[in-house]
């Protein structure tokens, strides 16, 4: 993850899926940004993290995953790590 301060941009690069996946958000054009938790079915265990976009002319949202159990080969190590690394991100944001 990286942030542009000057063209106000940010980026967010992931190459540990079997497929790489880069993402560029122009903050100029986005009027809020949120973190979405889905838990798994009646319990509190995460399994997916986003970043939920929304644009300002649009209103179109857009959600860019940032954690996946999936993609976790020990289930939820990282999650706490990756949990706060959102929640700092988004501050930023």
Not at 25 to 50: F, G, M, Y
Request: negative net charge.
């Amino acid at each position: 993850m990286a942030l542009d301060e000057k063209n106000k941009g940010f980026l967010f690069m992931y190459f540990n899926s079997e497929k790489d996946f880069v993402y560029f958000a122009n903050l100029n054009d986005t009027n809020s940004c949120k973190i979405v938790l889905t838990t798994e079915n009646n319990s509190d265990t995460i399994v997916k993290i986003e970043f939920e976009f929304e644009y300002i002319e649009s209103k179109k949202k857009e959600l860019i995953q940032f954690y996946t159990i999936e993609n976790e080969p020990i289930n939820q190590v990282c999650l706490y790590e990756d949990h706060q690394l959102a929640k700092q991100w988004r501050k930023i944001i």
